[in-house]
């Protein structure tokens, strides 16, 4: 799987999964990691990116197990997986900043997209 990288890095509507809540957090992990971005050497910025990972994952698994959504495992295995890749980074460069951007449009458009249909009428 491989989307295209938005350039400049934002949010735009192809990112739509259907829920108010989670676009909101998209939006503001597209932000976030724009602003590792221009403060690379900033380690709170980076564990303000990573809190904000944390924070969002839990709430897309909240409403995985609310909903009952079938590929859940999965998913949260996915997340889990960048979690650690995430926190094993020891320095902020060219190839992190790329790694971090097609992973979360990557998985917005592969995986995300997928709980929109039964996470419909969540906000
Ligand atoms: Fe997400
Ligand atoms: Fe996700």
Do not use: C
Request: net charge negative; no cysteine; aromatic share 12%.
């Amino acid at each position: 799987m491989s989307f295209s990288i938005p350039e400049p890095f934002s949010y735009n509507d192809s990112f739509d999964v259907g829920v108010d809540s989670i676009n909101e957090q998209h939006k503001r992990l597209f932000d976030l990691i724009n602003n590792v971005d221009s403060n690379r050497s900033d380690a709170a910025a980076v564990k303000e990116l990573l809190d904000y990972v944390v924070f969002h994952f839990k709430h897309e698994e909240d409403a995985f197990d609310r909903f009952n959504f079938a590929d859940k495992v999965s998913h949260k295995k996915t997340h889990d997986d960048f979690v650690a890749q995430a926190s094993a980074v020891k320095e902020i460069n060219d190839d992190v900043i790329a790694f971090v951007k097609s992973w979360l449009v990557n998985h917005i458009m592969g995986s995300d997209m997928q709980y929109g249909e039964t996470l419909r009428g969540m906000k």
